[in-house]
Nanobody
Framework: GQLVESGGGLVQAGGSLTLSCAASTIVFNYYDMGWYRQAPGNQRELVATITTGGGNTAYADSVKGRFTISRDNAKNTMYLQMNSLKPEDTAMYYC??????????WGQGTQVTVSS
């Protein structure tokens, strides 16, 4: 399987970005999906998850109310709408695909930098 993130960039504090994660060579709608991020010197942390059909989502406390995860199974794509961005949101953002009894897949990451 292959996951390719896009949409990262440089934005001022208070701004918005939308990340995309395009999946190929997997049966996308069989996989729970998630966004993770890693800042320099920090461990990778979970940002948000979404179940196979999109009916259930979960968020890290630090992004609740500001970020929205979604997916379009017809397009094999997951999204992360990020609003009210803060400098502490600066990190490399990775998408992840999970399916029970199968190996996880990770993307290569997309950099988000929020200036103050």
């Amino acid at each position: 399987g292959q996951l390719v993130e896009s949409g990262g960039g440089l934005v001022q504090a208070g701004g918005s970005l939308t990340l995309s994660c395009a999946a190929s060579t997997i049966v996308f709608n069989y996989y729970d999906m998630g966004w993770y991020r890693q800042a320099p010197g920090n461990q990778r942390e979970l940002v948000a998850t979404i179940t196979t059909g999109g009916g259930n989502t979960a968020y890290a406390d630090s992004v609740k109310g500001r970020f929205t995860i979604s997916r379009d199974n017809a397009k094999n794509t997951m999204y992360l709408q990020m609003n009210s961005l803060k400098p502490e949101d600066t990190a490399m953002y990775y998408c992840n695909a999970k399916r029970q009894f199968f190996s996880d897949f990770w993307g290569q990451g997309t950099q988000v930098t929020v200036s103050s």
